[in-house]
Nanobody
Framework: QVQLVESGGGLVQAGGSLRLSCAASGRTFTGYTMGWFRQAPGKERELVAATTWSGGRTYYADSVKGRFTISRDNPKNTVYLQMNSLKPDDTAVYYC????????????????WGQGTQVTVSS
């Protein structure tokens, strides 16, 4: 059974940092694109960042460029999202996603999804 398990969320003050982790298991993820999405109350889910297996291609939403960094440890089947200079607008549930095709992952049609981890940024 494929599982994506997020961790690292929590409550942080504006300007602070958090690192989210997503541990994948249940199959081989060689060649898979991994991404982070978020959904705030009353808003649609949005892609925050994504990376290919090799890390040679990455995507960041304009709202997080320069503040967030996506990385992955392939032997550990784990992807990370380092979030710095957090703002109250970053408050959301963050989801990890995985799939074999870049375009389907970044368009929100990933094959696998985690349960989400709450990030709350206080002002």
């Amino acid at each position: 059974q494929v599982q994506l398990v997020e961790s690292g969320g929590g409550l942080v003050q504006a300007g602070g940092s958090l690192r989210l982790s997503c541990a994948a298991s249940g199959r081989t993820f060689t060649g898979y694109t991994m991404g982070w999405f978020r959904q705030a109350p009353g808003k649609e889910r949005e892609l925050v960042a994504a990376t290919t297996w090799s890390g040679g291609r990455t995507y960041y939403a304009d709202s997080v460029k320069g503040r967030f960094t996506i990385s992955r440890d392939n032997p550990k089947n784990t992807v990370y999202l380092q979030m710095n200079s957090l703002k109250p607008d970053d408050t959301a549930v963050y989801y990890c996603a995985a799939g074999p095709i870049w375009s389907t992952v970044v368009s929100g049609r990933a094959n696998y999804w985690g349960q989400g981890t709450q990030v709350t940024v206080s002002s």
